[in-house]
């Protein structure tokens, strides 16, 4: 089966720095994404990991440590609009997500 | 930039009723799947298509669902007769399906199912 878990819920204030992880028990793996979703809205790409490491685009980064389950991602210099639930999902299967509950992160100035 | 589109935005119907969500996937896109969020949940997994075909399918997905590609545009939900249960926002996806396993999907902005 599968297992997915990150914290519920983040505070932070704008221009900081912050760190979402995520923990995951699978027993297939085709890598893992990292999503934004808005209330409301629709889950938006953000990243993709499936080599160990670190991936990096503009103010986001994604980690990920496949012996460890883990994984993180990084948001820098915080602006209110980051303020959203994050959804880590492994991708299994012949490519179905499995998502996590998602992390609801608020941006306060 | 291209975009999967869907409608309607919201419907609404009573229970037992069927009703049909649509979705215009990217169009250079193969692989086709619908996922569910009921309010305040995670985003569940329903079906996977491609090559006209279901590829998987969740314990949600249940003979009371079915999918179709009538044309070579529209990706379509059935829910033949609905539940209460089945009040969720449901979002059509679709990725390249060229590169195998681990592609990035993209989503649609949601269908709103109110089932009264």
């Known amino acids: 089966g599968q297992n997915i878990d990150q914290p519920t819920e983040m505070t932070a204030t704008e221009g900081a720095i912050v760190q979402i992880n995520c923990t995951y028990q699978t027993s297939g793996f085709n890598g893992l994404f990292w999503y934004q979703q808005h209330a409301g809205e629709a889950p938006t790409f953000l990243s993709y990991n499936v080599l160990d490491g670190l991936e990096e685009k503009g103010r986001f980064s994604s980690f990920l440590s496949r012996s460890k389950g883990y994984s993180y991602l990084l948001l820098k210099e915080l602006q209110m609009k980051d303020s959203a639930s994050y959804l880590c999902a492994i991708s299994g299967g012949y490519n179905k997500l499995i998502f996590g509950a998602g992390t609801r992160l608020a941006v306060h100035p | ?116």
């Open chain 2, 1 to 116: 930039e291209p975009e999967v589109t869907q409608t309607p935005s919201h419907q609404v119907t009573q229970m037992g009723q069927e009703v049909i969500l649509r979705c215009v996937p990217i169009s250079n896109h193969l692989y086709f799947y619908w996922y569910r969020q009921i309010l305040g949940q995670k985003v569940e997994f329903l079906v996977s298509f491609y090559n006209n075909e279901i590829s998987e399918k969740s314990e949600i997905f249940d003979d009371q669902f079915s999918v179709e590609r009538p044309d070579g545009s529209n990706f379509t939900l059935k829910i033949r007769s609905t539940k209460l249960e089945d009040s969720a926002m449901y979002f059509c996806a679709s990725s390249e399906g060229t590169s195998g396993r681990g592609e990035t999907q993209y989503f649609g902005p949601g269908t709103r199912l109110l089932v009264l």
